[in-house]
């Protein structure tokens, strides 16, 4: 490695800090720096470890460092800008620092604590990291985000691309992984402290130093180095634990008198911190993650490694032969053939090119190299390239962490965390699960049910269901089983973080957002949509929320809104014995929205060709309600469907549809019923247009009115046979949907009856003999031939 | 002698790079090699060795693309698996496959080249019908193919357009690789040949051959498998027509003077066709013909022989734009009109944009007809 930087300019690498303060710079969840890290605390014994992590999760230390807590996990930091201080666009931000068994960090938590000795995080706290940020800049930039621990500066500069073009390396990580990796577990703590120092600042001097006002470096190095500056007024062997390009830096620093930042003062809630559960594959630099090391279950695996072997040599060819062999057999699976031969060629290649390469021992390059070229048969395509992804997804990992504090995990978490455990859900990979729920053979599997639309609910992103009744849609209504998919993934435990000031468990959170969301609306058929989900969640609205809701429905004037509303209502009463919901509170919406449309029916006579199917449905439905539910009510609804019929220039489907309704409520109806139709007849051409369409309400409503009399098959085969090919055509479609209210049975009927009126058979009507494709074909040429004949021949 | 040979063997026209590597060479070598594997991978992907008499040495690159697949192919071929390459044609492959048997072996010539009529003798051995005939089945008797050349020398047997030959064919080398031994019946006793170290085969494959004669799972078993891309990198592709250009007019003695700028357009029109998009983002219609850099190499040298024999020198754009119509156009007529549509989109664009020699470039698409 020392001889990569033998052209260096650069005089002094190892920095001169301060009598009793020692820098040590990290990578972060680089295993070897763990490693070296804690072999040099072994030999310093210091005694204070201070950290770089924004200090306002100071408490959180000792959660993450508890035996019983499981890595990956990570500390969850939010800030709500609602005084602007970041932006006028007062936005909230939020971003993790996450911790593997491979993160140095974590490396020096454990050994403060194992020494019995004090470790503190000293970077500024996140809300002002961000105030101290440019826009589009570290924290702020769209790529970083949501991930504090920020190694952008050691993998994205200048200076790497060029030491990858000397050494023929493919990229950093291959980099990395030969020259500190793998090399670096033969140095000894010193000499790795040397040559990351030499790294570390050959890097720095390659960024500019309007970067550094930029991404808030200056500023969060000012903070460390006061804060490092406290420490030395108390302590004498201070061991300070920093991102590789800041370990310098902060050397020089604390030999200054350094101005303290001033903080600002936030209320409760504007910020704050969690410990949560986090997971290999959100730790994965291929998934985005892009400050943290690539491959971190398979570095991982080399940390505990490392930690239970007495000598770090073969460390790296026993785990890579590991997971070569696991992406062997996890091809098998796959039903690609590998054989021991081939794993043997794999390996044979991996050893002879880490020989070539000049590493001790192979590595994750090593083996995806040896997996390209032995296990991959034929050209290496998209299909063909499967043992390399299987290679990828093991060496990310799977399996998510866990807080083994409980008084530090937010309440919400350990709710999901207790009710997975409780309805047997996997709370505890990271690996996409499916559940299927018979929803009404007990009390448990609705319970399963209830809760994973309250995680859909809280918009968790933990679960989606595939298959099962859509309730909103009114789709598929019939089906008893719901097929959900489901994974727990960092982002889950971030939104229930977030959520934990709506309740204390995650029935409550849904309760109160429902509420919310409720007491925001004004619209019947928004606030009818948040009982639904109530519904399907299984939590009921009560006390005050009833009576918003009937304000609601009070003071919505809106027509569809009331109807679509009363869908609603009138689904969930219907199903409510089923889903086990009793609501006493349904019946009293359901009176509450039929009041208010049957007062508003009459003018449907005159609503937009547009919304007509709309108002249609709403027809139907309270001829519906008032046959089932509110049966003292149909005279009204009889009054209300008269008084519609009796307006001038009615829209003629809703006119069709409301005459249907009547005839089904009283046959006498029928006469007028037919009288309208002679009207639509006897009128002029455009009338007769609009023949079609009130034939279309009619028959949406009252279709055993064409079945049970011939006059109106008459009337339609008039109305029919009366009109031009282009009137036809332009009415056509109407007609089709009129007809497809009629059951197959129903349409040979008809067909039956509409031949015997041309004295023909119902077959020749429904089923007429397909032309041949090769008649027709020869009939084309003839008129063609014809045609060119005629032409020939003088004609046109 | 290099200079007498249209293309000399590359142990020939690199002798003096590989006669440097080996005095350098300090590494640890695979029994049979001539080089260690180190030394391989300096030769192909170039470097500089330090002599023994301290001096230092360039060794020029000659194989552009990929590195980590060129030491998989060096490891691969220490081990008891063949090296298969495989890829679209113009890749190189062939070239990666003399520069690593001519490094290794110091041989790049023992050659079969598949073809529909290849035949079984002449992969592994024949005879000679005179003396078989006077003096019956016996050593001297025998014509040994590269398969037998390889095994008894220890040095690599070439295999070209493996998937050119019929299948059974093809599974004949299966015995051969999995036991290391070649029976001879009619020589009896004396007919077991046994591998000597440093034998291995590298074959080659055409991706567009896909189909053709398919390769056994047998006889895939016992290869690794490298698949050769083209160059991705507008930049590196031009260097390479350069160098592959100037080479082959130093070997025909033309003195005409390169046009880097000529290079570049030919760079960019084929890296363009063959990705279907335009640096500027406009999608283009991709030509059915292969549009490999070799192909390029030879439109570049078509032009330059063009403006040594009847022009004064210069290379002239109307010249380039009706070779590069001769490459592209070969089977199939849409790929005219596919060219014609490039230069009235990116062509166009790129003039109007840039000028100069792009303006010049576009006003030439009247030849293409």
Request: with cysteine; net charge negative.
């Given at each position: 490695m020392g001889s990569l930087f033998?052209?260096?300019?650069?005089?002094?690498?190892?920095p001169d800090p301060p009598e009793g303060v020692r820098f040590f710079p990290v990578r972060h969840h680089s295993p070897v720096c763990a490693y070296q890290l804690r072999n040099y605390v072994r030999g310093y014994q210091p005694e204070l470890i201070l950290i770089e992590?924004?200090?306002?999760?100071?408490?959180?230390i000792p959660v993450l460092t508890d035996e019983h807590t499981t890595l990956p996990a990570a500390i969850y930091y939010f800030y709500k800008d609602k005084k602007q201080y970041?932006?006028?666009?007062?936005e909230d931000y939020h971003c993790y620092y996450p911790f593997l068994y491979s993160s140095p960090e974590y490396a020096a938590m454990d050994e403060a604590k194992r020494l019995g000795i004090p470790a503190r995080f000293i970077d500024l706290p996140y809300s002002e990291i961000l105030i101290h940020t440019s826009e589009s800049?570290?924290?702020?930039r769209e790529q970083e985000?949501?991930?504090?621990?920020?190694d952008s500066h050691l993998v994205q500069s200048r200076f790497y691309q060029k030491i990858c073009e000397k050494t023929g390396l493919r990229n950093f990580e291959e980099f990395w992984e030969k020259y500190f990796e793998i090399a670096g577990l033969r140095l000894t703590p010193e000499a790795f402290l040397r040559q990351m120092f030499t790294y570390c600042t050959l890097t720095r001097e390659s960024i500019p130093p309007e970067q550094m006002e930029q991404d808030g470096t200056n500023a969060r190095e000012q903070h460390m180095a006061y804060r490092i500056r406290e420490a030395m007024q108390q302590y004498k062997r201070i061991l300070v634990v920093t991102g590789g390009s800041h370990s310098g830096a902060l050397a020089r620093l604390v030999r200054t008198a350094v101005k303290p930042i001033r903080l600002h003062k936030f209320s409760e809630g504007q910020e704050g911190c969690y410990p949560i559960a986090y997971s290999y594959e959100a730790a994965?630099?291929?998934?985005?993650?892009?400050s943290g090391m690539q491959h971190p279950g398979f570095y991982d695996k080399v940390t505990q490694a490392l930690a239970d072997a007495?000598?770090?040599?073969g460390i790296y060819a026993a785990c890579c032969l590991d997971l070569l062999t696991k992406t062997a057999k996890a091809s098998a699976k796959k039903d690609i053939p590998v054989s021991i031969s081939d794993i043997t060629a794999a390996w044979s290649l991996a050893e002879g090119l880490a020989a070539l390469r000049g590493s001790a021992e192979p590595g994750f390059a090593e083996v995806w190299d040896g997996v390209t070229g032995a296990?991959?048969?034929?050209?290496?395509?998209v299909a063909a390239a499967v043992p390399l992804e299987l290679l990828i997804q093991l060496g990310a990992g799977e399996g998510i962490g866990h807080i083994?504090?409980?008084?530090?995990?937010p309440p919400l978490i350990q709710d999901l965390i207790q009710t997975c455990a409780v309805l047997r859900?996997?709370?505890?990979?990271a690996v996409p699960q499916e559940t299927e729920i018979s929803?009404?053979?007990g009390e448990k599997e609705l319970a399963k049910s209830h809760f994973l639309h309250r995680m859909v609910f809280l918009g968790t992103g933990f679960c989606k269901r595939?298959?099962?009744?859509?309730l909103h849609a009114g789709k598929?209504?019939?089906?008893?089983r719901e097929v959900w998919s489901y994974c727990r993934s960092p982002q889950v435990d971030a939104v229930l973080v977030e959520r934990t000031t709506d309740g204390a468990t995650i029935a409550e959170a849904c309760r109160s957002i429902a509420a919310k969301r409720i007491r925001q609306e004004r619209r019947c058929a928004i606030a009818a949509g948040v009982c639904v989900d109530c519904f399907l969640m299984g939590i009921a609205l009560t006390g005050e929320d009833v009576t918003v809701m009937e304000e609601i429905l009070a003071g919505d004037g809106d027509l569809f809104s009331l109807g679509k509303g009363l869908q609603y209502f009138d689904m969930l009463h219907e199903l409510r014995q089923l889903y086990r919901a009793?609501?006493?509170s349904l019946l009293r919406y359901i009176t509450q929205c039929f009041q208010a449309l049957l007062i508003q029916l009459?003018?449907?006579?005159?609503?937009p060709a547009e919304q007509a199917q709309d108002c249609i449905r709403i027809c139907r439905l309270l001829y519906g309600i008032t046959g089932r539910?509110?049966?003292?009510?149909r005279a009204e609804f009889r009054e209300a469907l008269i008084s519609l019929t009796e307006?001038?220039?009615?829209e003629p489907s809703v006119f069709g549809a409301a005459m249907g309704l009547l005839y089904a409520m009283d046959a006498a109806c029928l006469q007028q019923a037919e009288a309208a139709m002679q009207g639509y007849l006897m009128g002029s051409q455009e009338m007769r247009k609009q023949g079609a369409l009130y034939l279309k309400g009619l028959f949406e409503t009252a279709r055993d009115i064409v079945l049970g009399e011939s006059r109106f098959l008459e009337m339609t085969d008039a109305l029919l046979s009366g009109m031009d090919h282009a009137d036809l055509m332009e009415i056509l479609p109407s007609m089709r949907l009129a007809f497809s209210y009629f059951t197959p049975s129903e349409t040979q009927q008809i067909a039956e009856a509409v031949s015997a009126l041309h004295g023909g058979k119902a077959d020749q009507v429904l089923h007429e003999a397909a032309l041949d494709e090769l008649l027709c074909a020869f009939g084309a040429e003839l008129d063609a031939e014809i045609f060119r004949e005629m032409r020939a021949n003088g004609g046109n | 002698m290099e200079q007498d040979l249209i293309k000399p063997p590359v142990e020939l026209r690199y002798a003096e790079e590989l006669s440097a590597l080996k005095a350098a060479d300090t590494g640890r070598r695979p029994e049979?090699?001539?080089?260690?594997p180190k030394a391989v991978r300096t030769f192909i992907l170039g470097g500089t060795v330090t002599l023994p008499d301290g001096q230092k040495r360039d060794i020029s690159r000659k194989f552009y693309g990929n590195d980590a697949l060129v030491e998989r192919c060096i490891i691969t071929l220490a081990g008891n698996r063949g090296l298969m390459l495989v890829g679209e044609?113009?890749?190189a492959k062939t070239m990666l496959s003399e520069l690593l048997s001519a490094a290794?072996?110091?041989?790049?010539?023992?050659t079969v080249q598949g073809t529909a009529g290849t035949t079984e003798d002449m992969i592994k051995y024949s005879w000679n019908y005179a003396l078989l005939l006077s003096k019956g089945p016996c050593r001297e008797a025998l014509v040994p193919a590269p398969l037998l050349i390889g095994m008894e020398e220890g040095i690599f047997a070439r295999f070209e357009?493996?998937?050119?030959?019929p299948a059974e064919i093809q599974d004949s080398l299966i015995s051969v690789m999995s036991d290391q031994i070649l029976n001879?019946?009619?020589?009896?006793?004396?007919g077991l040949v046994f591998a000597r170290p440093g034998f291995n085969i590298i074959g080659t494959a055409n991706?567009?051959?896909?189909?053709?004669n398919e390769m056994s799972g047998a006889l895939k078993r016992r290869f690794n498998f490298e698949t050769v891309s083209p160059v991705r990198d507008v930049k590196l592709e031009k260097e390479i027509i350069l160098r592959e250009a100037n080479d082959l007019a130093k070997a025909g003695h033309i003195d005409c003077p390169i046009d880097r700028d000529v290079a570049e357009l030919l760079a960019v029109t084929y890296h363009e066709l063959r990705e279907g998009?335009?640096?500027?983002?406009t999608k283009v219609e991709k030509p059915a013909a292969v549009m490999s850099t070799a192909e390029a190499v030879s439109v570049y040298f078509q032009t330059l022989c063009h403006a040594w024999y009847y022009g004064n020198g210069t290379m002239e754009l109307p010249v380039l734009t009706e070779n590069l119509l001769g490459a592209v156009c070969?089977?199939?007529?849409?790929d005219l009109e596919r060219l014609r549509s490039y230069f009235n989109t990116a062509v166009k664009q790129k003039s109007t944009r840039e000028g100069g020699i792009w303006e010049a470039y576009f006003k030439t698409a009247a030849y293409l007809k």
């Open positions: 033998q052209d260096s300019s650069i005089p002094e690498i190892m992590g924004p200090e306002n999760a100071n408490d959180l970041v932006s006028e666009e007062a800049a570290g924290l702020r985000r949501h991930s504090y621990a920020d994965d630099a291929l998934n985005g993650y892009a007495e000598t770090s040599e296990l991959i048969k034929g050209e290496k395509t083994g504090d409980t008084k530090h995990v859900l996997k709370a505890d990979t929803l009404f053979t595939k298959k099962g009744p859509d598929d209504r019939s089906r008893v009793e609501d006493p009459p003018s449907m006579a005159q609503c539910l509110l049966t003292d009510r307006r001038p220039d009615k | 049979n090699w001539k080089l260690s044609p113009g890749t290794i072996c110091g041989r790049s010539t023992n357009e493996i998937t050119r030959t001879i019946p009619e020589l009896g006793d004396a991706t567009r051959d896909k189909g053709v998009q335009s640096a500027e983002g070969k089977e199939n007529r849409d």
